[in-house]
């Protein structure tokens, strides 16, 4: 009985622990499904936030092929975007018939990409561009001078009629850690290339190193058909809360063949005769630099902090000639932006520090120019035979033998303008000799956004900004034989820009192009011919505020979102009155207002890999055109000018010259890829 008694124990203990086990493998059962949905649901959860935070950041980037091997990965897509444009008194605000365009155009981008581990990765995206009917169109090869014996007779450039793919981006990214066993927690990596790179918003430093023609209307993203070559190295000091980046690009290199160096740029230099060779070194270059701090005020929000700075040497501009200019410029600035799950905004602020050096310099050169029988000839164009001060245009200087040793081995001095050559009957004009000089850089700017989601689906935003402004520091226009000596440039230079907005966007005056902004216009005591009204452009001279909204909705089983936005816009330094009566610039300020721009942009999601997009817009000229209107930007508006009546009139008004008429445009299309 005992026995028994034991085994029944033993029976009982063996049902307990059983028992006991299949509890705990139920219990165990339950809670690896319950922790499996859970993590579904946190999956799902965090798949939304992402597609989300896509549809606000404008990502929907496809893959047409993925291949992975070992660490290996290759990834292929392609993107299509074909449009039209049609724009009206975009130019200058014209009523003529002929201030009008309209064109399509199509553009592909196609990607590679490649990674080994985490350790390499690269990118190449290849572009092709084309408006519809127009092969030489886009891609055309740089301009250069002609000349005819001595004289230059003009430039010319050529197009290449065929279409091809161009590299737009190309680069290697290389993680430091793996590459030289560096063990740390922090990530720093090394890029080398053609890629995009940017300070703050892109005012200061922007992306736009080779920006294709063309008119209002299109994005940032496709105006850029090529990104500067540059180094990057860039990391963490403290993982997903401080990062840096040190960056260096040259923009043009002019030391990279025997032949640059040796060409005579310098021909025209006051004092260069005897030497007007480049020499060695001339390199166009920038550096720039920044933090990116990422802070969670209270855990609700990320605020990013980013301060940073740029500097960008350039030992040849072109004022009136090639290379008769250098440049220093340095542009602190510091950034800040936040947003949570209904409130966003930002503000940056940024100055120039620095200067342009203008070299001394002959203004004379040899001209193609016709006698009054018909006959080709060559003439000076700062050499004349009776003295300026006396007479008006008085006749240039043919290039004989004998005016060629005079002219060639005469004294170079600001000081000898408008005075005879040593008792040979030939004078030097008025202009001739411009004196060195230097122009302060003192410019800044500061814009600010904020934007408040009433729900996923519907935002207020407001804008407002300023950049300073000044007149051309090496056009004078009172005096011709005056230049600012040490004087100071107050407009903002910012470098590769094409910023046209954040939460409120622009689609006439700040962006990739802009509407037509001119400064002063000469006095009728210039006599150069070739000196016009400086036109300003990017974003400088500038103050403007706006508000906008963004509403998501579906109608018709699609996706669609608006865009309206309202903006305004003044100088922020005036500038002189133009009379077109008079056809000369009167001694008073325009009135600072530029004008109101309304516009709208509309996307709409067709299908998973097709969008359709439309952006229209009117800007309405203020009281600022008005006080200039007529003032001409080139040669042939100034004949046009010429051409009218004593009341600035004609009768048909079918020439185009700066008005005050309503511009408008209408820009559409699809976006395809995958």
Known sequence: ???????????????????????????????????????????????????????????????????????????????????????????????????????????????????????????????????????NSINHVTENEVKLKDAVTGKHKHALGKLFFWMREGWVELLLNDAFNIQAQNRHYLKVGAFPFKLGRGISLGEAYAVSAGLLGFYSNNVIDQYAFGILYHGDFVKDKLSYDIYGAILENQSDSFNNVNDKVYAMEIGRRDNPERGFGHINFLFASKLDWILHPCDVGNLTVEPYILFNLNPEQKIDFPSDASSKLATPGLYVDYENDKFEFGVEYAMNIGHQSVRAWDRNKVLLDRASDGTAIFDYSHVVTKDPNVVTNPPKALESSKNKDIVNNSPQNPNDNGKQIDSTGLYNSITRFRKAYINKYAGFMIVADAAYWFNDDFKVAATIGMASGDEDPNQDVDDPNDSDVDGVYSGFIGLQEIYNGKRVQSVFVIGPNRIPRPLSFPSNEVPDEDLFASNASGFTNLVYGGVGLEWT??????????????????????????????????????????????????????????????????????????????????????????????????????????????????????????
């Open 553 to 674: 909705t579906c109608g018709c089983k699609k996706e669609f979102t608006l865009r309206p936005n309202l903006l305004a816009y003044w100088q922020e330094s005036p500038t002189k009155k133009f009379s077109i009566a008079q056809k000369m610039t009167i001694n008073q300020f325009a009135n600072k207002y530029l004008g109101t721009e309304l516009n709208l942009f509309l996307d709409v999601k067709l299908l998973k890999n097709l969008k359709g997009f439309f952006v229209g817009g009117m800007f309405v000229p203020g009281q600022h055109y008005k006080d200039v209107r007529g003032k001409p930007l080139n040669a042939d508006q100034r004949e046009i000018l010429d051409d009218l009546d004593s009341t600035g009139e004609n009768n048909d008004n079918s020439d185009p010259i700066l008005g005050t008429n309503t511009a408008w445009s209408l820009n559409w299309g699809f976006e395809y890829q995958f």
């Open 1 to 135: 009985m005992k026995i028994n008694n034991f085994f029944l124990a033993q029976l009982i203990i063996l049902f307990g622990l059983n028992s006991s086990f299949l509890f705990s493998e139920k219990l165990y059962e339950k809670k690896k499904d319950n922790l499996e949905e859970k993590i579904d649901l946190e999956k799902s959860e965090l798949e939304k936030r992402i597609e989300e935070l896509e549809k606000k950041l404008g990502s929907d980037e496809r893959t047409i092929l993925e291949l992975e091997k070992d660490s290996y990965k290759f990834k292929l897509s392609f993107k299509n975007r074909a449009e039209a444009f049609y724009g009206r008194s975009l130019e200058l605000f014209s009523r003529s018939t002929l201030d009008q365009v309209l064109y399509w155009q199509s553009t592909w981008d196609l990607k590679f990409s490649t990674s080994v581990g985490k350790c390499l990765r690269s990118d190449i995206v290849l572009r092709n561009k084309a408006r519809w009917g127009n092969i």
